[in-house]
Every structure is written in structure tokens, then in C-alpha cells.
């Protein structure tokens, strides 16, 4: 039973459900480090930016906010027409565009490229993960962000932070050496609810752009009623 691995045959691939999830899951688990290294790095331009007041805070947070505030298959389509139809920056789909990549031993695409020396296959995976991290991120980066934000602001007049200012330090060197790392553990704390969050999102992008992952996998197992595959994703 479940309870000891076992998830049944997929009644469309004829696999072990587990086996076809360590095939998928690779693919939903880089997109999904790659979305949360990119929340994590908007989230404390916009909270530093917006304590700040450095310029063009002011049109970084209405695009985060914009952006968080509206559904992911859309932003996915937008990116798409803009980045990819519009402009050509990124591909159109896929997770690598170059023919026979290294395989494994993670099944981490610009890890393994990393570990065969292929930096052609570590470039183009990052070419075709740019954007659908990006649409992912933007939802976590605004609730990180904001909690970031807050404690930073309430840190921000503290006595360690007077100090600080007392001994020449600039005010973004005073943010960035003390107020920050005292900021920082709301911060973590909303990052671990926001990962939960990412991940269901994920499953919706992957849709989107065409990525081989759990989100793909479980799309393709609803319309033929594969049960066994469709639970398995379930107790994930």
C-alpha cells in the first residue's frame, strides 16, 4: 500500500507511480529552487527599496504587486507573448534545447550540467528556466517582502542601529550588517508558508511552458482517469 511505497501502475505509462514520480519530480523540484532563489532576492530589493526609499521603488513594488496580484497561467501567457513572441529572449517550452544532456545523478539539469562539465547544457537549462521561475516568484516575493519589510521598519530606529550610524556607517550598510539580520527570521518563517504555496503554483506554470514535471504529468493522467497516478500526486 502507500504506507510503504507502493502507489500501484499508472494505467497510461504502465510504470510504478513512484518510479514516474522520480522521473518528474526533478524537473517540478529545479523550477521550484529556482522560483524561490528569485522571491527571495526580489523580496529584499523591495523591502530594502521601499525603507529606503531608494529610486524607483516606487515602480518596482506596482510591478511586484501587479504581477502577484494576478493569476500565474496568465503571467505565464503575458511572458510568453512579450519575452518569447514579442522580443525572443527565452524558448517557447521545454526544459533543455540541447540534445542528449547529461543524465543524472540528481536529475537537477544545471546541477548534473555542472558536475559533466557541460556548462552548454547549464546555460540553455537557465535559458529556459528564467522565465517560469520569474512567474512563479512574484507571488512569494510580494508576501516575503512585505513581512520583511515591516520588521526591517521596526528595527530600523532600534539603539544596535543608532550605534551603528554613530560609527559611520551609511544607512545601507547600517541595513544590510545589523537591522537586516535581525529582520530576517519573520522573513524565514513567511518563506517556509510561501513554499508550500509555490509548489501548487508550480503545477499550474508547468502547464504553461510545456514543463516535463509532476504538473505535467498529473495533466496528462486526469483526462484518462489514471487513479493510481493522480493519488500518487495527491500524497505528495
Known amino acids: 500500500g502507500a504506507a510503504t511505497g507502493d502507489l500501484g501502475t499508472s494505467y497510461r505509462t504502465r510504470h510504478p507511480v ?29 523591502a ?9 521603488a516606487g515602480v518596482l513594488r506596482a510591478v511586484l504587486f501587479t504581477g502577484s496580484s494576478a493569476p500565474m497561467f496568465l503571467l505565464g501567457i503575458l511572458g510568453l507573448l512579450v519575452f518569447y513572441k514579442t522580443l525572443g529572449w527565452v524558448p517557447a517550452n ?30 540553455d537549462a537557465l535559458h529556459h528556466l528564467i522565465l517560469p521561475a520569474l512567474v512563479i516568484a512574484l507571488g512569494p516575493a510580494v508576501g516575503i517582502g512585505r513581512v ?4 526591517l521598519l521596526g ?19 547600517t541595513m544590510a550588517r545589523h537591522v537586516l539580520r535581525n529582520s530576517v527570521g519573520a522573513a524565514l518563517s513567511m518563506t517556509g ?21 509532476i504538473g505535467q504529468y498529473i495533466a496528462q493522467s486526469i483526462p484518462v482517469a489514471d487513479f493510481p497516478a493522480i493519488a500518487g500526486v495527491t500524497l505528495m
Open 148 to 151: 520583511l519589510r515591516s520588521s
Open 155 to 173: 528595527d530600523i530606529d532600534s539603539d544596535y542601529a543608532r550605534t551603528a550610524r554613530a560609527k559611520g556607517l551609511s544607512e545601507a550598510q
Open 193 to 213: 508558508l510561501q513554499i508550500g504555496l509555490m509548489f501548487s503554483g508550480v503545477l499550474v506554470v508547468e502547464q504553461v511552458f510545456g514543463w516535463p514535471g
Open 48 to 56: 530594502f527599496s521601499t525603507t529606503l526609499k531608494w529610486p524607483g
Open 18 to 46: 513512484l518510479s514516474d514520480l522520480g522521473d518528474f519530480f526533478p524537473a517540478t523540484l529545479e523550477l521550484a529552487l529556482y522560483g524561490i532563489a528569485i522571491a527571495l532576492v526580489l523580496a529584499v530589493l523591495l
Open 94 to 123: 521545454g526544459r533543455i534545447g540541447i540534445p542528449n544532456p547529461p543524465d543524472g545523478p540528481t536529475g537537477l539539469l544545471t546541477v548534473d550540467g555542472l558536475i559533466h562539465g557541460r556548462f552548454d547544457v547549464v546555460g
